[in-house]
């Protein structure tokens, strides 16, 4: 089974620290994806990487950026941390571009005080 | 770029009875329609998917419509059960399975006793 895994189920952060979120796939999957979730606006995409130390962005890519060096890993960096981040934060990845179904890690919830 | 809307947002239905969630997309360029269903807690799981040359999919008591010409989508869960309550998002993408997705905002399904 593939395995996207989150290490930081639970954070609480102060207003200006900066944040990083890990995630990890364990399937040599070439895609990677950062989303946002938030109530009643559904998962919206921050940054994605096709590939390592590629990367692109999403629809709501403003106060983070993200690092690629190896191809499990993908790190989602918030510089300065601000109260409307605070939100769940999700990891994703697929094989590759051809098909393959997105596979979704359980989650990290931010709370930035 | 790509839009999609979902509805309902609550959907309450009595055990056994048939659920419906409706989708409508944007981009007609769009040719991937997975289905998610997030339990509390955890991250969103794929439970069915549809590419643009079907019209629909079926995986037992779950089943999927397309009409491309419309631009809408629908999930069916037929002989509902307590265990299917949950979050369900539909999503849309262009590039294949493995390009980003575009996620509606989601649909809370009780299913009561």
């Known amino acids: 089974d593939v395995k996207v895994t989150q290490s930081s189920r639970y ?11 890990e995630c990890v796939q364990d ?4 895609n990677m994806f950062w989303y946002r979730q938030d109530p009643g606006l559904g998962l919206r995409l921050i940054y994605f990487s096709y590939d390592v130390k590629m990367k692109e962005k999403g629809d709501i890519p403003e106060g983070y950026s993200v690092s690629r060096e190896k191809k499990e890993r ?36 931010l709370t930035v005080v | 770029g790509e839009n999609v809307e979902q509805h309902p947002s609550t959907l309450s239905v009595q055990e056994g009875d048939s ?6 997309y944007s981009d007609s360029a769009s040719n991937y329609f997975p289905w998610y269903k997030q339990e509390l807690g955890k991250g969103p799981q794929l439970i069915i998917d549809i590419r643009s040359n079907v019209g629909e999919k079926k995986d037992q008591r779950i089943a999927v419509t397309l009409n491309k010409t419309a631009k809408h989508f629908s999930l069916h869960i037929t ?29 809370q399904l009780k299913v009561e006793l």
């Open chain 1, 11 to 21: 954070l609480v952060k102060r207003t200006g620290e900066k944040v990083f979120l």
């Open chain 1, 27 to 30: 399937m040599d999957h070439e």
């Open chain 1, 74 to 109: 993908f790190s989602l960096i918030l510089e300065s941390a601000s109260t409307n981040q605070t939100s769940m934060y999700l990891c994703a990845s697929s094989r590759d571009n051809s098909g393959n179904t997105i596979y979704f890690g359980e989650g990290s919830w």
């Open chain 2, 19 to 24: 659920a419906v969630i409706k989708c409508t």
């Open chain 2, 79 to 107: 002989e509902t059960q307590p265990e299917d309550s949950a979050v369900y998002f539909c999503a849309a993408s262009k590039g294949g399975g493995g390009n980003k997705l575009t996620f509606g905002t989601g649909t």
